[in-house]
């Protein structure tokens, strides 16, 4: 939030401007009106060029004023203001020796000597130093006031902190807002109905979203067709979760708690120090939740169009979770252009679940069979560590730098679970050999080594090259001991079906090269990505191995390339036009080809297909951006087409008829178009409104098995979300949230609509205190499910993710900017000159 002292931020921004905008029309105003600037027939071949930064914080200055004078009186030569990352640029200065003077409020002013000769026409003044004025600081204050939404032209970005609902919540949480992105009930995200690629600042996370934090999310970019400089397997756009970061020199942190209905507590702290070349942060966040949620089973037997039984079911099941993190990073600054960061995160959690299952089997003519009860009892942990070391290095000329990373990742996890059945026949007692139960006990491991470059080059203004290298190792082993009551034996005897022993060997190497520049007013940027992928998995105690190679020998080459176009044309300041084409590669998850066998009641059951092998995508989009005088508008178009998609599958057992298996399964293709537009508004400083909506075709062809019936469905669907902020009097603030997902196409049938609002209000005491409150899922009917639909069965079910709860808490900010923790008295800064040239 800052220091406050007398001027709002929203002030002293036009009073900056302002006066750099004076400063710059009298810059101009001297200036001779001419593209060649002769001064007495001197050629003025000149250029100077810099960066403008604070001289204790090193961070980048925005709208300096610089101005070259002469160098025995005070008449102007040229001038320029410094952009957002303090960068300026001046040109067309005749030959001659002048002074360049910098000055930004709240800064001393500070003085260099130049020389522009024939022979040293073209000059980097490198990263150039002004320091803080104290006199300045006293008299203004800076208080940072940032949009909910902001939109680019390639992608949307969403500030958390303007958020007040998701406060004490998860990164799940989170996306529920995010336009355009929409949440299942098992805690799925999809963007434009594909499943996005997970980011933390700017890489791949193992972490979920539920194991993110909401307090230390800055911000969520997503960017609907990610260039040839990320990942190929990002074919359902990136969701890049940007967390706090504190780079201002002195100490400062923040300190949270939270409690609401359904058993939620939540404490989140996080400490910055920043001391000379060091930059320390650590961080802990603890979150719990217990919903209890209920569902329904109907299903329809049919043989040849008619029906031959019934089974209905309805559940109520209590769940429990509780999610740790803790992160530790040092920053350490070898120059002022180069930083390396040691960063240590550990994560644990636990999952347990009671489930509770009534139901009951009927004939044909809805007479009851067979009656029951299960009780499916699980408790699950996991624990997760990544080590991470990181270079940067930045370079005077705009733009110009290399990251550099390598990290490495550590898994584990425990589970345990219990499934128990007892069935009744319908005039009363117990079948025999009742009840069954089942006893699972499952544990895994991962490894995880990830290597990073990337290399950035400004060519000059208009033109830049990039290009990367990056491989990532992954080895998992997951096992899995099912054992099932004999009671002839009166022991429990191991299911060979039901087990397994699955080993994955995964390997990435990619490497890329993205060039940009300008033809005609017309942006453009092109890239191409190579990627070797090598998937091997092994169920060692079924001696069965399943693999794809890409590229494999001379083979299948094409599978490993992936080219991409952008093309930009910027029609005036507010308005931008732009469109995009590129092919993606998307590899099948873990939980898609793990061949556990996953009971979700007595007559289904989930499985993974470990033959199930990569769709490739072919992206296509079309973006126009207009910026009014009070919002903004992004307006998208776009198609994917989808060969081999992935896509999930219900068929009946062979072997039982009356049990139903939902598993994945590579289709034929899938087209899918649509048009989204987020539009934004502000209304006299008090009203913000966001509104998203999204309308798509979905059309798929599915061949699940050999010699089987092709699956084909299609039809339109939309979703849209609402967000509402009010500023009130006293510093309360009241958000709204809507959002609706219409029902959309799936193979076998269409998925249920999912609708909720929700509401909270925030009220700052003070400027170090805040306190919140959040109604979520304000008339309960946050809900999800299917109708599937086929020649041998119907079913319709529903089930909760969440439930409605109340939620209230407190933020506490603390800390102090330009001191040092270790000096008793804060010393007074003296201005430092110099300036810092390219190595």
């Known amino acids: 939030m800052g220091i406050f002292l007398h001027l709002s931020y929203t002030k002293l921004k036009y009073a900056i401007l302002f006066t750099a905008l004076l400063l710059a029309f009298g810059i101009k105003a001297q200036t001779p009106p001419t593209d060649k600037m002769v001064i007495g027939k001197v050629p003025a071949i000149g250029r100077l060029y810099g960066k403008v930064i604070d001289s204790t914080s090193k961070e980048p200055i925005e709208y300096a004023a610089i101005t070259l004078l002469s160098i025995g009186k005070d008449s102007i030569v040229t001038g320029a203001l410094s952009k957002a990352n303090g960068d300026f640029l001046m040109e067309k200065i005749p030959i001659g020796v002048y002074r360049l003077r910098l000055q930004s409020i709240g800064y001393n002013i500070k003085v260099i000597r130049v020389h522009i000769s024939p022979t040293s026409f073209d000059q980097d003044l490198g990263n150039i130093r002004i320091s803080t004025s104290t006199t300045a600081l006293k008299q203004v204050t800076v208080q940072g006031e940032k949009n909910s939404v902001a ?13 007040i609902s998701v406060k004490g919540g998860t990164a799940l949480d989170v996306m529920k807002n995010v336009p355009g992105v929409t949440v299942d009930a098992d805690g799925n995200v999809a963007l ?10 700017g890489r791949p996370t ?19 067709n990610p260039s040839a400089k990320f990942d190929a397997n990002a074919s359902g756009g990136i969701l890049n979760v940007i967390m706090k970061k504190n780079t201002k020199p002195g100490y400062n942190g923040v300190v949270g708690a939270n409690i609401g209905t359904n058993n939620r507590y939540g404490v989140n702290t996080n400490v910055n120090i920043k001391e000379k070349k060091f930059n320390f942060s650590i961080s802990y966040n603890l979150n719990t939740r217990a919903n209890k949620n209920n569902g329904y089973t109907y299903r329809t037997s049919l043989f040849e169009g008619q029906t031959t039984g019934y089974f209905n079911q309805k559940n109520i099941n209590q769940v429990n979770n509780a999610f740790h993190n803790g992160r530790i990073s040092i920053d350490y600054n070898v120059t002022n252009r180069t930083t390396i960061t040691l960063a240590q995160s550990i994560t644990n959690g636990v999952f347990k679940m009671d489930d509770g299952q009534r139901f009951d089997i009927r004939d044909s003519a809805n007479q009851m069979l067979i009656y029951g009860n299960r009780i499916n009892k699980q408790d699950n942990s996991f624990q997760n560590a990544t080590s991470q070391i990181i270079l940067r290095h930045s370079y005077p000329r705009k733009g110009k730098e290399f990251i550099t990373d390598i990290s490495y990742n550590y898994s584990t996890n425990q589970n345990t679970s219990t499934f128990t059945t007892y069935n009744y026949f319908f005039g009363g007692g117990l079948l025999p050999n009742n009840p069954q139960i089942q006893d699972n006990k499952g544990y895994g491991k991962g490894n995880l080594v990830t290597f990073q470059f990337d290399f950035t080059n400004p060519i000059n203004d208009t033109s830049k090259l990039e290009w990367g290298l990056k491989s990532n190792y ?5 096992k899995l001991d099912a054992a099932l009551l004999n009671y ?36 453009y940027q092109t890239g191409l990505r190579f990627e070797q992928t090598y998937f091997i998995a092994k169920l060692l105690d079924k001696n069965q191995t399943f693999e794809y190679l890409y590229p494999k020998g001379g083979k299948n080459l094409w599978n490993a390339i992936f080219p991409s176009i952008y093309l930009t044309k910027k029609i005036n300041t507010n308005n931008e036009f732009q469109l995009n084409f590129s092919r993606k590669i998307n590899r099948p998850n873990y939980m898609q080809i793990m061949p556990f066998i996953l009971f979700s009641d007595r007559q289904s059951y989930r499985i993974g297909n470990p033959a199930l092998g990569p769709e490739f995508i072919t992206i296509a989009e079309a973006n126009y951006f207009r910026l009014f005088k009070k919002g903004s508008w992004l307006s998208s178009a776009y198609a994917k087409y989808l060969d081999r998609a992935i896509t999930s599958y219900v068929y009946p057992l062979p072997t039982d008829t009356s049990i139903l298996v939902s598993t994945f399964t590579n289709g034929k293709s899938s087209w899918n178009y649509g048009w989204e537009n987020t539009i ?5 400083k008090k009203l913000d409104l966001t509104l998203n909506g999204n309308v798509y075709y979905t059309t798929i062809t599915a061949n699940p098995t050999t010699g089987s019936t092709p699956l084909q469905n299609s039809g339109y669907s939309w979703n849209g979300k609402t967000t509402v902020s009010y500023k009130l009097p006293k510093a309360f603030t009241l958000q709204w949230n809507g959002s609706y997902e219409a029902p ?32 979520s899922d304000v008339f309960n009917t946050k809900r999800w499910g299917a109708l599937y639909e086929s020649s041998t069965f119907i079913q319709n079910f529903s089930r909760r993710w969440d439930t409605r709860f109340f ?17 008793k008295k804060p010393q007074r800064r003296e201005g430092q000159g110099g300036m810092e040239m390219e190595y």
């Open 192 to 201: 434009r109905n594909s499943s996005p690629t997970i980011f933390v600042d």
């Open 807 to 823: 939620r209230v808490g407190f933020t506490w900010r603390f800390g102090e900017t330009d001191v040092s923790i270790f000096r």
């Open 474 to 478: 992954k080895l998992n082993n997951s």
């Open 206 to 224: 193992t972490l979920t979203l539920e194991q993110i934090p909401a307090d230390q999310i800055e911000r969520v970019e997503v960017i609907t």
């Open 680 to 684: 934004k508004f502000s209304f006299a």
């Open 151 to 163: 939109l680019n032209i390639d992608r949307k970005v969403y500030n958390v902190e303007k958020d």
């Open 488 to 523: 002839a034996l009166e022991k429990y005897i191991r299911d060979s079906a039901l087990s397994n022993n699955y080993n994955v060997t995964d390997m990435v190497n990619a490497a890329y090269i993205n060039y940009s520049g300008m033809l005609k007013k017309i942006g």
């Open 744 to 775: 959309k196409i799936i193979p076998q049938g269409t998925t249920k609509r999912v609708y909720f609002m929700d509401l909270s209000l925030s009220k700052d005491v003070g400027k170090r205190i805040s306190f919140n409150a959040t109604l």
